[in-house]
């Protein structure tokens, strides 16, 4: 059942498989080289059979984080790679997946995006005691890949407390399951212009002066100077020349 698809979501304690997968090219990821070759080399070893670390991939919005984890399906599908999407409200049923998956010759990485969890919510217990400390030992070809946008998955907590050495103590207790930390960072205006051009050329568009200045335009207009607002103009730009609405 496992070999017919890709990748799979998890809901409501159901596999259910993607179609049509979503999988980035490895190598249209610019400037974030060593985080790409510390996922692949992790990600080599669970195909491969040998220990593998869990992995959070965390920092500033629009950097290539979960692009770069999809792009995993692309290097190692061909060997027997799954990747399954798990949502925060299905992480009390992670244990039922785990029995589906033990036994499988294929290797699966679970997929949490954008994970995060606001005071109060206390379903990262859950999660802490399953990726390390439950009585029931994770299946062996099994490794879970999370996204995040705050480098320690927890809301801060405001207000005072009897014992704050302690509560940070805890909220950390969950990043500490990772053993492998990617950090991401914000581009600057260079590295932005830098991956504007590289998608320009994949779509056969000439990079000149004038598409300079509407690309640092779009960016300052967004606030943003990522790879995902480069990806957002060059789809806007090549829309523009195909109507007619910009001539060159």
């Known amino acids: 059942m496992l070999e017919r698809a890709l990748a799979y979501r998890f809901k409501e304690g159901k596999l259910q498989p993607v179609e049509h997968p979503h999988i980035p090219s490895f190598q249209n990821l610019l400037h974030i080289d060593r985080q790409k070759e510390e996922l692949k080399r992790n990600t080599q070893k669970l195909v491969m059979g040998l220990h593998a670390n869990d992995v959070l991939l965390w920092g500033d919005r629009g950097t290539g984080k979960s692009s ?3 792009s995993m399906l692309g290097l190692f599908g061909k060997d027997g790679l799954r990747i399954i999407q798990v949502y925060k409200m299905d992480i009390e049923h992670i244990s039922d997946l785990y029995g589906i998956l033990r036994g499988s010759p294929l290797k699966f990485i679970l997929f949490f995006d954008d994970l995060s969890f606001e005071k109060g919510d206390e ?9 390390d400390g ?14 995040s946008n705050r480098r320690n998955l927890m809301a801060d907590v405001e207000g005072s407390e009897l014992f704050p050495e302690e509560s940070a103590i ?3 207790s969950l990043v500490e399951r990772f053993g ?8 600057g205006m260079d590295q932005y212009l830098d991956v504007v051009k590289h998608y320009l050329t ?7 002066e004038e598409i300079r200045a509407m690309a640092v335009r779009w960016a300052t207009e967004r606030g943003s100077f990522s790879g995902r607002t480069a990806w957002q103009f060059v789809k806007y730009l090549e829309g523009e020349l195909h109507v007619g609405y910009y001539r060159r």
């Open 68 to 70: 770069l984890v999809k």
């Open 123 to 131: 379903s990262y217990r859950i999660l802490k005691s399953m990726m």
């Open 134 to 147: 439950d009585v029931e030992e994770r299946p062996p070809n099994v490794v879970i890949y999370a996204t």
């Open 170 to 172: 805890e909220r950390w």
């Open 180 to 187: 492998i930390r990617l950090g991401f960072f914000a581009f």
């Open 202 to 208: 994949l779509k056969g568009i000439t990079w000149d």
